[in-house]
């Protein structure tokens, strides 16, 4: 059993930076690739960056390329997601997710642990 607790959402205005940090439990952190996902008021969940099991291997969505950053701490067995550049649409919920899947994948439906969330919100 997997489990992931989120933090470090806020308010925050455009342009400014977050850090969100996604703790799991555990000891088979290694394990599994994970990701962050987001959901914006009246919106699907949506993928934003994954991570591989050893980090070799990173994915963004197009939308977040160029601004936000995934990386994982194995020996904290945590996963952050540096957040740059924030804009008013990246507003939502951020989840954290893992999977066990062979590759890293993007669709949600792979992910069989999730976190809580943790609220974005970017003024402008």
């Known amino acids: 059993q997997v489990q992931l607790v989120e933090s470090g959402g806020g308010s925050v205005q455009a342009g400014n930076s977050l850090r969100l940090s996604c703790a799991i439990s555990g000891r088979t952190f290694s394990m599994y690739h994970y990701a962050w996902f987001r959901q914006p008021p009246g919106k699907e969940r949506e993928f934003v960056s994954g991570?591989?099991?050893?980090?070799?291997?990173?994915k963004y969505a197009d939308s977040v390329k160029g601004r936000f950053t995934i990386s994982r701490d194995n020996a904290k067995a945590t996963v952050y997601l540096q957040m740059d550049s924030l804009k008013p649409e990246d507003t939502a919920i951020y989840y954290c997710?893992?999977?066990?899947?062979?590759?890293?994948?993007?669709?949600?439906?792979?992910?069989?642990?999730w976190g809580q969330g943790t609220q974005v919100t970017v003024s402008s």
């Open positions: 997710a893992a999977t066990s899947t062979v590759a890293l994948v993007t669709a949600p439906y792979n992910y069989n642990y």
């Open positions: 991570i591989s099991k050893n980090g070799g291997v990173t």
